[in-house]
């Protein structure tokens, strides 16, 4: 098992930036890849960044260039530094650990909203 607690959000105006964090515990040694998704009002839930185990990362195309995913192994500490914020990122953030045996963690999320 593996538990996931998301901080950091928050409500900041356009052009500001944001640093998402996501406190794992439990059986993190299974886990192989780590990830950012959110969900607007009234939309599906999307993929935002993705950083496996061997460090290789992935974006949304509508993140890239503001966003960067990254981790602290010693704090089992997964992060999302947004800038650059616009009013279309404005979503609940989740947090998303990939284990080895296939099963999927998420966290509560947390709340980001960008005033124009």
């Known amino acids: 098992q593996v538990q996931l607690v998301e901080s950091g959000g928050g409500l900041v105006q356009a052009g500001g930036s944001l640093r998402l964090s996501c406190a794992a515990s439990?059986?993190?040694?299974?886990?192989?890849?780590m990830g950012w998704y959110r969900q607007a009002p009234g939309k599906q839930r999307e993929l935002v960044a993705t950083l496996s185990r061997g460090g290789s990362t992935n974006y949304a195309d509508s993140v890239k260039g503001r966003f960067t995913i990254s981790r602290d192994n010693a704090k089992n500490t997964l992060y999302l530094q947004m800038n650059s914020l616009k009013p279309e990122d404005t979503a609940v953030y989740y947090c998303n650990a990939d284990a080895r045996s296939g099963s999927k963690y998420w966290g509560r999320g947390t709340q980001v909203t960008v005033s124009s």
């Open positions: 439990g059986d993190f040694f299974s886990i192989y890849s």
